[in-house]
């Protein structure tokens, strides 16, 4: 007999996505790729509503990486706009539904009016606690742990910090989404198999689940599937099989995961 919890106790609680495929999925279509990023956005609210169905606690998307300012202007440009769109039409109802929006990355780097309304709308649902979404744009994963060693650098500079205190917590608190637990499960769509600069250090034991699914065509059942299948895997830390499976279930944080909660 299995000592597994069943599949229903294993929801992660913690979903971190690379929504990729949007470019592809207007070019197959003979069409510019703008239109792929504006399909693209009604994925980003069936995610959401499936999160919130399924009791996910909190849900991280890749929007746009540093990597991602090289692209031709037209389409920087094009993403800025649906950007701010989506800020100016999006934030409101997902405040109602219990939302809690952040952002991570290089805010400074956008213009003054998509940085007001990111601000304001971590303001409007900062007291939400049913899902914490956040939204990782402008943010490169290797940024984030120089931003992390910058500031570690500075509390030693001030003497808050010595340096023979600086350990894995100290540096997790430091970086990017640092107060939540780490990604269970990792999802990326639209068929490569890559971080691509995402998050680094919070992936550490995170569980990996690819899709050939572009994601202007995601669906619940895709989600469905990449869930079912994390509920299967066994998550050992390190530890030999037996070892994990005498402790309470695959779906718990590494008992040394410093950002463990
Ligand atoms: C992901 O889709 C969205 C962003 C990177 C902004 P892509 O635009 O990368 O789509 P593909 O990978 O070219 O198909
Ligand atoms: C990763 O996708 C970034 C986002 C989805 C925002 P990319 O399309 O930029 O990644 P590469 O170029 O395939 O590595
Ligand atoms: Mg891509």
Redesign the pocket.
Known sequence: MSTSPPAQDRIPRHLAV???GN?RWAERRKRPRVIGHRAGARSVNLCIDFCLDQGIEALTL????S??WGRPEEEVGALMKLFLNALEREVEELGRRGVRIRFIGERERFAPAIQDKMAAAEMSTRGNRRLTLSI?ASYGGRQDIAAAARALAQDVADGKLRPQDIDEAAVAARMALGDLPPPDLFIRT?G?H?I???LLWQLAYTELWFTETL?PELDAATLRRALDDYAQRERRFGLTGAQSLSRTGSGMAAPSDPSAE
């Open positions: 690379i929504m990729d470019g890749f929007a746009f990486s990597e991602n990782a639209g490569d890559r691509s600069n995402f994601w």
